[in-house]
């Protein structure tokens, strides 16, 4: 079965900072999806990378996935008090059938 | 269009009791997931449905079961509850065309006594 692993598991930051995610999957990836979870709600989507070297943007928030298609990460730049929250990076199987698995997750918190 | 719906959003049970929880998607969302979330697994697939049809299942007990309406709502049951069921339980929809995104709901947040 595929294992992704998120790094770093917590961060904390200055208002202003930039930072990186990152999500290491154990298999190729069909599909990534990043998500940021606020504690104890659902999740919001953010964005869905397919195709190796893609990168997409919204507003301040950056994500990757590379060549191999085994890594993606995601960036924030000047970090926001609003963008505080757990941020999940979860894999398609491929397969057409809608059942994510999702890493552990990385908390963010950004200190003003 | 609205998001997609879960009730209730908190539920406190009894151990042994069984529980039921419901999921509306988003409209014309005919793919329903179901996902638990705890602080020591994370976030695990439960269970898919498409079309009344469950389609998919993750590696869970014969307790959690589930079923989707005609109009795509969908249920998730836990019967003989335990304390290991404490959970915040997470529906998402997706269409069936593109690349299937899916779209959670708030959660339920669940408490097993």
């Known amino acids: 079965s595929q294992e992704l692993e998120q790094s770093p598991q917590s961060l904390i930051v200055q208002e202003g900072k930039n930072l990186t995610i990152n999500c290491t999957s154990s298999k190729t990836l069909y599909g990534l999806y990043w998500y940021k979870q606020k504690y104890g709600e659902g999740l919001i989507f953010l964005m869905m990378?397919?195709?190796?070297?893609e990168e997409k943007s919204h507003e301040k928030i950056t994500a990757k996935l590379d060549e191999k298609k085994q890594q993606s990460s995601l960036h924030i730049t000047a970090s926001q008090p609003s963008h505080a929250g757990i941020y999940l990076c979860?894999?398609?199987?491929?397969?057409?059938?809608?059942?994510?698995?999702f890493g552990s997750g990385t908390r963010l918190q950004v200190q003003p | 269009k609205a998001g997609v719906t879960q009730t209730p959003r908190y539920l406190i049970k009894t151990r042994g009791q069984q529980v039921t929880l419901s999921c509306s998607p988003i409209?014309?969302?005919?793919?329903v997931s179901w996902y638990q979330q705890t602080p020591g697994q994370g976030l695990q697939f439960l269970f898919e449905?498409?079309?009344?049809?469950?389609?998919n299942k993750g590696n869970f007990p014969g307790r959690f079961s589930g079923r989707q309406f005609s109009n795509s709502r969908s249920e998730m049951n836990v019967s003989t509850l335990e304390l290991g069921d404490s959970a915040l339980y997470l529906c998402?929809?997706?269409?069936?065309?593109?690349?299937?995104?899916?779209?959670f709901g708030p959660g339920t947040r669940l408490t097993v006594l």
């Open positions: 409209s014309g969302h005919r793919s």
């Open positions: 979860g894999a398609d199987n491929g397969t057409g059938r809608r059942a994510l698995t």
């Open positions: 449905y498409f079309s009344e049809t469950q389609r």
């Open positions: 998402a929809s997706s269409s069936t065309q593109g690349a299937g995104t899916q779209y």
């Open positions: 990378l397919q195709k190796g070297g």
